[in-house]
């Protein structure tokens, strides 16, 4: 492959969701399922080429005497196709679905070593993306595989650090122009620059420190809201968001009274958002016990970005939640879109025919905001009311003078 014109390619394979077939149906199902796959995978491939299974439910491929690049697509596109047919075990249908990474040689690498890296990073982009898919490597991959891992190590420094900060936003009740509660936002400056917590949050989760980084979180509003009740003032509720990895935690619900006991704040002060997302994790049962739990103690639960996931009302039924809240996304389109008003004049109806309170994201014209009004929204937060303020702020915020200037 090394003479002008011709390539190979080495494919990484794994298939997603592998460990709930043994947890579901057994090892037996598993293997069964392993060896399928693997006569799938023998039945595409060429008699040039080599498959070897790694370990586990991974597999490699070397295709050689490539002319293109597209034609490692080719056949990674047949092998999702072929992989992806149902598995039938003991009368138990399964749907397959794998996710493949791919480095080409002599491009991406001369070494096995390196081929297989670039290949594994490929792999990682390729379930990043959703699964059930392919990608190839390219060198920002790594440089973005590079940056997660030094953002992860210094997640570490920083939490043992209580590097951590939060701004609160505002919430007003739309109604009558009222202060209402504050949402907490997580803020981390890593060597002086702001990490967004869009790219640090997931991080956090995979390194196994969104636990004690949602501590620090839940424990600086808590100490807001306390630090204003003993100025006199009414800082409202404080929302508070939460990963699903949180919810799985055993105890958790006991932790969070624990911190309202020592903070001296009832239950009903404290607000809890998850995303859709939450509703879909794999241990969606568990997580729906804490909810349940945390609901019983008297703490609120919002579903947040309602709309842009995948999401049913029958996971909407499944699981006890007080308040929907409307992504940004639809909230901006008001006035220019006309799918997105019917969208939100929808979920506010279904949030109140099911008895829930609607809260708005995002909302910065005075237009939005009269749109929300006029249709029934309960609450609403944006630059339109406020921007998020350093938790220092929040008590002149709320003093007589400057509460819910516009």
């Known amino acids: 492959c090394r003479r002008p014109g011709d390539m190979g390619a080495l494919l990484m394979l794994d298939l997603d969701h592998f460990k709930e077939v043994n947890d579901r149906l057994g090892h037996n199902a598993g293997d069964a399922l392993l060896r399928a796959v693997g006569e799938r995978l023998t039945g595409v491939l060429r008699e040039t080429d080599t498959i070897a299974r790694l370990g586990g439910d991974e597999f ?4 050689r005497g490539l002319q293109r690049p597209a034609a490692a697509a080719d056949i990674a596109t047949k092998l999702l ?4 047919a149902p598995f039938e075990f003991e009368g138990q249908v399964l749907q397959p679905r794998c996710s493949i ?3 080409l040689f002599p491009r991406d690498g001369s070494d096995v070593m390196r081929l297989l890296k670039n290949a594994d990073i490929a792999l990682y982009q390729a379930k990043a993306k959703g699964r059930g898919g392919f990608c190839f490597f390219e060198p920002a991959l790594l440089e973005a595989l590079e940056r997660r891992r030094a953002i992860g190590e210094a997640l570490q420094a920083g939490i043992a650090e209580q590097a ?5 936003q505002p919430q007003i009740h739309l109604a009558s122009g009222c202060h209402a509660g504050f949402e907490a936002l997580v803020r981390w400056r890593r060597d002086g620059d702001l990490v967004a917590p869009d790219e640090f949050i997931g991080i956090a989760e995979e390194v196994g420190v969104i636990g004690a ?3 620090l979180v839940l424990r600086h509003a808590l100490e807001t809201l306390r630090r204003c009740d003993d100025l006199g003032l009414d800082p409202g509720h404080v929302a508070v968001n939460l990963a699903a990895a949180q919810l799985r935690a055993p105890g958790f619900t006991a932790e969070v009274a624990n911190h309202l006991a ?3 704040l009832e239950a009903g002060r404290l607000e809890f958002e998850v995303t859709e997302s939450v509703l879909l994790d794999r241990d969606a049962g568990s997580i729906a016990v804490n909810l349940r739990e945390l609901h019983r103690l008297g703490v609120t639960i919002t579903l947040d970005d309602f709309g842009t996931g995948a999401a049913s009302l029958a996971h909407l039924k499944g699981f006890p939640v007080d308040r929907l809240k409307i992504d940004r996304c639809f909230v901006r389109g008001i006035g220019s879109d006309p799918d997105d008003a019917v969208f939100v004049r929808t979920i506010i109806n279904l ?17 939005q905001e009269a749109f929300l009004e006029l249709h029934g929204c309960d609450l609403a937060q944006g630059f339109r009311f406020a921007r998020p303020l350093p938790a ?3 008590a002149a915020y709320l003093a007589p003078t400057g509460a819910l200037a516009r």
Do not use: Q
Not at 60 to 63: D, E, G, Q, W
Not at 81 to 84: F, I
Not at 164 to 168: T, W
């Open 60 to 63: 490699a491929m070397v295709l």
């Open 81 to 84: 196709a072929v992989l992806g």
């Open 101 to 103: 990474g791919i480095s």
């Open 164 to 168: 951590f900060e939060i701004e609160l």
């Open 213 to 215: 980084l949602g501590r």
């Open 262 to 264: 020592e903070f001296g």
């Open 351 to 367: 949030a109140h025919t099911l008895g829930m309170i609607v809260v708005a994201e995002g909302v910065e014209t005075a237009e």
């Open 392 to 394: 220092d702020d929040v």
